[in-house]
Nanobody, 124 residues
Framework: QVQLVESGGGLVQAGGSLRLSCANSGRTFSSYAMGWFRQAPGKEREFVAAISWGGGSTNYADSVKGRFTISRDNAKNTVYLQMNNLKPEETAVYYC?????????????????WGQGTQVTVSS
């Protein structure tokens, strides 16, 4: 069983940084590729970043490349999203997600488990 709990969201000024964490209380964390998605009010949930089960491969949405970094620590059953140079339009609820491969965790349809989300607000 995979249970994902996000933390680290909050209020930050434009240009600032936040690091989100997603902890899994289950025993099979290292078997899953992990991803981050976000959903702004009135918009669809969109892919942000993904990482393979071993951490050797990553994938990013074009809009965050060079500013966001996804990483994982399988010993701690945790995946991270370091977000730098945040923009007001990136205000959203950020969700952690788990799936079978790094390819499938780039789409909402490929997600097997979702976290409850953490709010990120970027002020201008």
């Amino acid at each position: 069983q995979v249970q994902l709990v996000e933390s680290g969201g909050g209020l930050v000024q434009a240009g600032g940084s936040l690091r989100l964490s997603c902890a899994n209380s289950g025993r099979t964390f290292s078997s899953y590729a992990m991803g981050w998605f976000r959903q702004a009010p009135g918009k669809e949930r969109e892919f942000v970043a993904a990482i393979s089960w071993g951490g050797g491969s990553t994938n990013y949405a074009d809009s965050v490349k060079g500013r966001f970094t996804i990483s994982r620590d399988n010993a701690k059953n945790t995946v991270y999203l370091q977000m730098n140079n945040l923009k007001p339009e990136e205000t959203a609820v950020y969700y952690c997600a788990a799936g079978t491969t790094i390819v499938v965790v780039t789409t909402t349809g490929g997600i097997r488990y979702w976290g409850q989300g953490t709010q990120v607000t970027v002020s201008s």
